[in-house]
């Protein structure tokens, strides 16, 4: 029996924060598909969070105006069921770990974006 695809299911919705445009659309390149909106800072990703609800937010860390993890913690009290992947040029442990302690569900660094699909299509982790 061949199962067909359930045409009742909504598209993935994505929302890729960075404040440089051609880095968002650098982004788009590498995720599995659905629709994206794109914002260029913090403060605008709550306001589209809210408004557009996605399934996933891909925030930069350092951005004008509201930085990535400040947003994200914001976020992330406001709606604790956002998942948020952190995309940034800072791979430190410092960063790396105070956006865990923020409660993301992924950090990849700019360099390597081809780790975004697996963790976008990876079954979510329970836990222990």
Not at 24 to 38: H, M, N
Not at 116 to 124: D, N, Q
Request: net charge negative; with cysteine; proline share 7%.
């Amino acid at each position: 029996m061949i199962s067909e695809p359930d045409s009742n299911r909504s598209p993935t919705k994505y929302l890729i924060v960075d404040d440089h445009a051609a880095f968002r659309k650098t982004i788009r390149e590498f995720l599995p598909a659905g629709v994206v909106s794109e914002c260029a800072d913090g403060r605008e990703a709550l306001g589209r969070y809210a408004a557009e609800r996605p399934d996933w937010v891909l925030m930069d860390i350092e951005m004008e105006g509201l930085d990535g993890l400040t947003a994200t913690n914001e976020l992330k009290r406001r709606f604790p069921e956002a998942r948020v992947i952190i995309v940034s040029n800072h791979g430190e442990e410092e960063f790396r770990q105070a956006a865990r302690d923020l409660g993301v569900c992924g950090f990849v660094h700019k360099e390597h974006l081809e780790e975004l699909s697996p963790l976008i299509t990876a079954p979510p982790r329970r836990e222990p």
